[in-house]
C-alpha cells in the first residue's frame, strides 16, 4: 500500500533459484547474494513457505473467479445493462485487478519478504494500487449519489441518472486517479535516479512527504468517506418513512399503487448495496487509521491483507442479496450463454433453457 514502508527483509538463499529455501542453513542470506547493497532475507520453515504459496494462489484464483462471473453477467446480458449496474461491474473490474495482480506479487513480497522486481516496476506497482483503490472508492461515493437519488428523487432520476452520464463519470475516475497516483509517485522523487541511496537492494516502498500523506489521505479517505455517510443517513432516513407509509397502506387494506412498490424496491436496492459500502469501510477505516497511528509492521500487514480480501467478499455479498446474480452464474457456469439470443434473456424471470 502507498505510503506504508517495506518491513526490513532478512535472510536469503543462494543456489540454482533465486527463491529457494536451505532452512538448514544458519547463515545470513541475501535478496541478490551478488549485490554489496543487498537486503537480508526472513527465513521461514518448509512447510510454512509452502503453505502461504498455496493459500495467496488460492486466494487469488477465489477473487478474480468470482469477479468475472460478475463482469461477464453484468457485460452479457441486456436486461443488467443499468446505471447502478456499470458501478457494480466497474467495482468488480478494479476487485479482479487485485486478483489477477495485486495480490500475486504482494504475495510473493510477503513471502520472500524482497521485492524482485526491480525498482522502476515496484513505483508502478505503487500507482496501480493507488489507482485499484481509489477508483474504488470514487465508485463507492457514486453508488450513494446513485442510490441517493433513486430514494431521495425517484421522479428525477431517469433523466439525472442516465447510462451515457454514468459510463462517464464511471471513466472519469478511472482516468483522474490514474493521473493523481502518477504524480504522488513522481513528486515524491520515486523516479529520481537519486532516490533511496541509503537503502539496501531489495526493498520496494515509497517515502511520502507530510504534505502529500495529508492530501492522500483527504483525497482518498476522508472526503469519500464524509460523502457516503451523509447520503447514506438521508437515503436511510427516507427508506425509513417510506417503509412505514407502504406498510400502513397494506394493513389498512388500501391498494399499493405500482409506484409505491418500485420505491419499495429501490429501497431494497439501497439497503444491499449499503452493505457492500459499509463492508468497503470495515475493510479500509481501520487500516488508513493504524497506518497513521501503528507502527506494528505486523498489524498494518494484517490490516492490508483484509483490504484485499475483501475483493473476493463482495461478489458473494451480490449472490446472497441479488437473485439475478445466482441465476447469470448457472448460465455462464452450464455455458448456456453460448447459445443463440441469450443475452436478450429476462433474467428477473423464470428462466428455462
Known amino acids: 500500500m502507498k505510503g506504508q514502508k517495506g518491513e526490513q527483509n532478512k535472510l536469503l ?18 535478496c541478490f547474494p551478488h549485490i554489496n547493497s543487498s537486503c537480508v532475507k526472513e527465513q521461514r520453515s518448509r512447510h510454512e513457505y509452502n503453505f502461504m504459496y498455496v493459500f495467496f494462489s488460492l486466494l487469488s484464483a477465489w477473487t478474480v473467479f468470482l469477479n468475472l462471473l460478475v463482469i461477464i453477467s453484468i457485460s452479457h446480458f441486456k436486461k443488467l445493462h443499468t446505471p447502478t449496474n456499470m458501478i457494480i461491474l466497474s467495482l468488480s473490474v478494479a476487485d479482479m485487478l487485485i486478483g489477477l495482480i495485486v495480490i500475486p506479487i504482494q504475495a510473493i513480497k510477503q513471502i520472500e519478504t524482497c521485492w524482485y522486481f526491480g ?5 508502478l506497482n505503487f500507482i496501480l494500487i493507488g489507482v485499484i483503490f481509489s477508483a474504488s472508492f470514487s465508485n463507492l461515493v457514486l453508488i450513494a449519489v446513485d442510490r441517493y437519488v433513486a430514494v431521495c428523487h425517484p421522479l428525477q432520476y431517469p433523466q439525472k441518472i442516465t447510462m451515457a452520464k ?12 490514474s493521473a493523481y497516483n502518477t504524480a504522488l509517485v513522481i513528486n515524491n522523487g520515486y523516479f529520481d535516479t537519486s532516490y533511496r541511496t541509503d537503502v539496501c537492494y531489495g526493498q520496494c516502498f515509497i517515502m511520502m512527504s507530510f504534505s502529500w ?20 443517513s438521508r437515503i436511510f432516513y427516507v427508506v425509513h418513512q417510506q417503509v412505514k407509509v407502504i406498510n400502513s397502506l397494506m394493513k389498512g387494506g388500501k391498494c399499493v399503487t405500482e409506484g409505491s412498490v ?3 424496491s429501490e429501497s431494497k436496492a439501497a439497503l444491499t448495496l449499503g452493505i457492500i459500502v459499509s463492508v468497503y469501510l470495515l475493510c479500509y477505516i481501520p487500516y488508513y487509521i493504524c ?3 501503528v507502527n506494528s509492521s505486523t498489524t498494518i500487514t494484517v490490516l492490508e491483507w483484509t483490504v484485499y480480501t475483501n475483493s473476493g467478499v463482495n461478489p458473494l455479498i451480490y449472490a446472497l442479496f441479488y437473485h439475478w446474480f445466482k441465476k447469470t452464474a448457472k448460465l455462464i457456469l452450464t455455458l448456456k450463454i453460448f447459445q443463440p439470443g441469450s443475452s436478450l434473456i429476462n433474467i428477473f424471470t423464470e428462466i428455462e433453457l
Open 13 to 30: 538463499t543462494g543456489g540454482d533459484s533465486l527463491m529457494a529455501y536451505e532452512t538448514e542453513d544458519l547463515e545470513t542470506q541475501y
Open 119 to 123: 525498482h522502476t516496476f515496484c513505483g
Open 166 to 177: 454514468m459510463l462517464m463519470c464511471i471513466c472519469l475516475c478511472w482516468v483522474y486517479y
Open 213 to 232: 500523506t495529508l492530501t492522500d489521505l483527504f483525497m482518498c479517505f476522508i472526503f469519500p468517506c464524509v460523502i457516503m455517510i451523509t447520503l447514506y
Open 262 to 264: 418500485k420505491r419499495k
Open 291 to 293: 497506518t497513521l497511528t
